[in-house]
């Protein structure tokens, strides 16, 4: 055996890989959207398993509270302030130095996405936003890429493959986002570590599969795993395609890559506020959005708007979804402090 491969031995001693699919692995460039809880155990897999070219895309910080289930960072990257996406790859580097991992520090929205996985031969959704899977979704099938879609909240998490003509696509299976507060964050409803492990595992599983060319081993369900409730499911998607009327892959209308869908985002100036709303209308349930969000301390809310305070920030939501944050005139902050607590 060639010296080089000899760290992949055992994965390669498993008939599916082989020496040929190990060969593969190496030669495939992967995009990763997310570094966060999903994304570092996406990331950690796919390097240790030899994957070449891995490109790493967040627009994220470090806390704290993200040791519990990131796997890649430490109270060292906390200490530094580092971005996820620089932390993540510095750490892989230690792990596999002949992987290329490319670390971008950026938020993914419809003006980068197509050159940040256009190269790429799959990409990976490590994010927690549905508004980003949309727009994944959407350039996936444009340029007809496959892409594994992830999604953990609390005890419980789901997960598909995308291979745009073959399966049905997200927007086939979920026509729209959750409205903002009806799916709950990370920050409202907790997560725990084994589900985002289980979840993360059946993509990097998928992966493998893709990049090594065994498109016939594929799962072609969703699967939904709820760990305290003890729940596994897999959900026949496969009879959807072609029978829905899907706007993306069957009409080839990219609504949230061509922006009619999706939020928008502007500076107020000289009020240290950003506001973010939502371009798709929607009508919020202020009882529900307070009650998600009571652990963060004093909710006030009446017809017209709801007002709350966290991390030192402001929050005005009004009841269309839009959302006036004040103590940032940083639009990229905004948007992470919306799709944290109010939702995506
Ligand atoms: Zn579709």
Wanted: glycine residues 8%.
């Amino acid at each position: 055996m060639d010296a080089s491969l000899e760290r992949y031995s055992r994965q390669m001693r498993f008939p599916g890989i082989g020496e040929e699919g190990q060969r593969r692995l190496l030669d495939s460039h992967v995009t990763l959207c997310g570094c966060g809880a999903l994304g570092t155990v996406l990331a950690n897999a796919l390097v240790r398993g030899g994957v070449g070219h891995l490109r790493l895309v967040d627009r994220d910080f470090i806390e704290l509270n993200n040791l519990q289930r990131q796997v890649l960072f430490d109270e060292h990257d906390v200490a530094e302030n580092l971005p996820k996406a620089e932390a993540a790859a510095r750490k892989l580097a230690a792990i596999n130095s002949s992987a290329y991992v490319e670390p971008v520090v950026t938020d993914i929205d419809r003006t980068n996405i197509i050159e940040l996985v256009k190269d790429a031969y799959l990409i990976l959704d490590g994010t927690d936003n549905f508004e980003i899977r949309y727009l994944i979704n959407d350039a996936a099938v444009k340029l007809a890429k496959p892409w594994i879609y992830g999604g953990c909240i609390g005890s419980h998490g789901q997960t598909m493959t995308i291979l745009p003509g073959e399966t049905p696509c997200l927007r086939c299976v979920f026509e729209a986002a959750p409205a903002p507060g009806e799916a709950g964050t990370c920050e409202t409803a907790g997560v725990l570590a084994p589900i985002v492990n289980i979840v993360a595992s059946f993509q990097v599983a998928e992966a493998f599969k893709i990049l090594t060319g065994r498109h016939d081993r594929i799962n072609r369900d969703l699967i939904y795993v709820d760990v305290w409730d003890n729940i596994q499911r897999r959900i026949k998607i496969a009879p959807l395609l072609g029978k829905v009327d899907c706007p993306c892959c069957r009409h080839r209308r990219f609504a949230w890559l061509e922006g009619e869908l999706g939020s928008h985002t502007t500076s107020l100036c000289g009020r240290n506020a950003v506001q973010v709303s939502h371009r798709n209308a929607t009508q919020l349930n202020f009882q529900e959005l307070a009650r998600s969000l009571e652990s963060l301390g004093q909710v006030s809310y009446n017809r017209f708007l709801l007002r709350f305070d966290s991390d030192g920030y402001e929050f005005t939501v009004f009841p269309d979804g839009r959302a006036i944050i004040k103590g940032t005139s940083d639009v990229d902050r905004a948007r992470t402090l919306y799709a944290k607590y109010i939702g995506h």
